[in-house]
Each structure stands twice: as C-alpha cells, then as structure tokens.
C-alpha cells in the first residue's frame, strides 16, 4: 500500500532512521541496486512511500524493473565555465545510469525529471535517440569551434542499455568522421566493442580513454557499483585499448576515506602493467540526496566501520558531507585530504604515470561543406 506524505515534512526526517522509514524500499527492489531509497526529488512537493497495511501486500510487488524512456532533446553539446573541469564540452547520451553506485554524484539530477536521485536513478533511465543527429548538427554550424568533447562527464556512456541503443558508438561515428577529440570516461568493458572507432580516432591523435576503478576488491565493487564491470574487466578494457594503441587513462575515482583509499598503490600498480600512462583521482564528495543515499547504503554494508568513514569524509569536505568550491571539490581540504594525495602522487611518479599528459588534436577537424555553400580553395 502507498501514502502520500508532504516533502517539507519528509525534509526534516533523520537521514539516519530512513532505513527503517517511510522512503526504504523492499528487499526485491534492492536486489541488485546500488540505492536502498526512493525518496522524493527535492523540487516535489509530496512523495510516496510504502507500508504494510497488514496484509501483506508489499511481498506480492514484483522485482523491480529498468525502463527506458526515449527523449529527443533540442542539443546534445553540454557546455561549462568551471575552472577546475579540464574540459568545456560534453555529451551525455543518457540520463540515469544502471549502474547503480551508491555514490555517484550525479543523481541528483534526476530531481529535474520529478523523479527520485534513489532508486529511478538507476531504474528509470533516459535515451538521447536523437543525439547523433544533433551532434551532426551542431558541429557543422559554421560558428562552431572545435574543442575535445568528454563523453561520460555525468553518466557513463557504456551504462548496460548501451548495448541495445549503441547511441555512443553513433557519436563516435560522428566524431570521427569529423576529425573531432573527444575524452570518455568509463566504467564498462563494453568500449572494446568500438575499439575499432577508437583505434583509427587513435591515429589522428582523436581520442583517449579513461577507466574508473574504484577497488580491486570485487566483493567491495558488487555491492558499491552492483551493475558496473567487475575490477577485472575494466583492468582487461585497459589492457585490451592500451594493446591496441588507444591511449588510457585509470582513474582512482571515488576514493572513500577509510573503505578503499588504501588500494591506491595497487590499483595504480596493476593499471600501470594493463598500459596505462596518466592517471588520476578523486576525493568523494557527496552533494544533496546523495549523501542520504550513501550514508544509508554504508549503514547497511559497513555498520562497523560506518560511522568512522563519515567521520573522515566530513574531515576532508570542511566539517560537511560536501564542500561544492571550485578548486577543492575533487580533492578536499585538511590533513587527511593532503595525505591521499601525497600517497597517489608518490605512487603515480613512482610507477612512472603522467610523465606526458596527451593534447588531443583538434586540427583535424573537418567541416563538410553545408548545401550550397562553396568550397574553400585552401
């Protein structure tokens, strides 16, 4: 059975009795998530939640399912003036992402969809169908200036439902037949599939890929990024892009203080030997709901160790569960923020990473000719 209950009222629940509140949901909606709530986004004005009227209704629910929806946006080219983002374009193909990690910072913004940064994040998820076309657009205007695209910059490009709608290997197509640099960043094994885009992008100094691996612990990545490659395969995407001459990049991203800074030596290590060169790091940081979902997600796998590791996130984001300054959000502040990044700049130089750090090219870039309009001479 469902109530209705007003957000300002559910606003002021204890993030730390939601477990067994109004926004927990059933063990078959869990199954295979990376979030334990559903609460509502923060610009609606009520929520639903579950409970058991006595009847036992709620075990009759059917497992919770991943729906797609089709969108056709008006452009597909994202643009930032952030100071501390190395890159002011992107392209995210889809919102949501199944991979489901408790984590992931961009969950809020499914608020905008009047969905839930919880559960519909990873569950109720949205196709750009019509991305290729507006990249082709975009990139023909003759206004338009050629500056490397990251693609993965909110949610992962190679998220599961890749596979059916391949809208990432239709920009790729796109890219490279325009000459075009583009960043990815991913979590999936799935971007050998366009390894033979990637390859020829390689040549032309087009592309480089980045690898997020978060633990080499696979118990720990199962249930922290439950529908995401297992460590093993994205250190086999390494090895498998770097053999083929695409440039990589291992990214030790989230790192949690007090659950999985200690491998930053050996993911680097075993990153190193799969081929990578550049590397890099991030500090957790978790922003809005997210902070009630992993608090809540932590409780759940780590009650011993919980309230520590919350105690030294608020330590490196200035007393709080975020810190949002340009400058320090992706490394934190404090002493044990500087000792992370001691210990993965001392372990990167060590291995020999970032020696070089890649340009990508943009002379390459090629505008076709628009119908009508002359061809240039030189």
């Given at each position: ?23 927990a ?15 509502p ?50 392209i ?45 657009a975009?990139l ?81 990545a199962?249930?922290?990024?439950p ?55 991030v ?51 404090g ?44």
């Amino acid at each position: 059975m469902t109530t209705l209950i007003d957000r300002r009222q559910a606003s002021g629940l204890d993030p730390s009795a939601l477990g067994a509140g109004r926004y927990a949901t059933l063990p078959q909606q869990q199954r295979g998530r990376g979030a334990r709530l559903n609460m509502p986004g923060r610009y609606e004005r009520h929520g639903t939640a579950l409970f058991d009227d006595g009847w036992q209704t709620l075990e009759d629910l059917p497992p919770l399912k991943t729906t797609v929806f089709e969108e056709t946006p008006k452009k597909i080219i994202t643009t930032n003036d952030s100071p501390d983002i190395s890159f002011r374009q992107s392209i995210n193909p889809y919102r949501g992402c199944e991979h489901g990690c408790s984590y992931c910072y961009a969950r809020p913004t499914h608020a905008y969809m009047g969905l839930s940064p919880g559960l519909d994040f990873e569950s109720k998820l949205f196709a750009k169908t019509n991305a290729a076309e507006l990249l082709r657009a975009e990139l023909s205007s003759p206004h338009y200036e050629p500056m490397t695209i990251a693609l993965g910059a909110n949610t992962d490009p190679y998220q599961p439902i890749e596979r059916d709608y391949r809208i990432t290997r239709q920009v790729l197509e796109v890219l490279a037949e325009y000459g075009h640099p583009v960043g990815i960043v991913t979590k999936s094994a799935l971007v050998l599939r366009d390894i033979d885009i990637l390859k020829d992008m390689a040549k032309r100094n087009l592309v480089k890929v980045a690898v997020s691996v978060t633990t080499l612990d696979p118990k720990l990545a199962r249930a922290m990024e439950p529908r995401a490659a297992t460590p093993t395969k994205r250190l086999g995407a390494l090895e498998g892009l770097s053999a083929a001459g695409i440039p990589t990049v291992v990214m030790s991203a989230p790192i949690i203080p007090g659950l999985n800074d200690s491998e930053i030596d050996s993911i680097l290590k075993t990153a190193y030997a799969a081929g990578a060169r550049e590397a890099g790091y991030v500090v957790l940081r978790l922003p809005l709901e997210v902070k009630d979902i992993f608090r809540e997600w932590l409780t759940t796998h780590f009650p011993d160790r919980a309230a520590k590791v919350m105690s030294l996130i608020r330590q490196v984001r200035q007393g709080k569960e975020n810190d949002a300054t340009f400058g320090r959000r992706f490394t934190g502040t404090g002493p044990y923020a500087w000792s992370i990044g001691r210990r993965f700049e001392m372990a990167a130089q060590r291995l020999g990473f970032n020696r070089e750090r890649l340009q990508l090219a943009t002379d390459a870039f090629r505008r076709p000719p628009m119908p009508g309009e002359q061809l240039k001479l030189f």
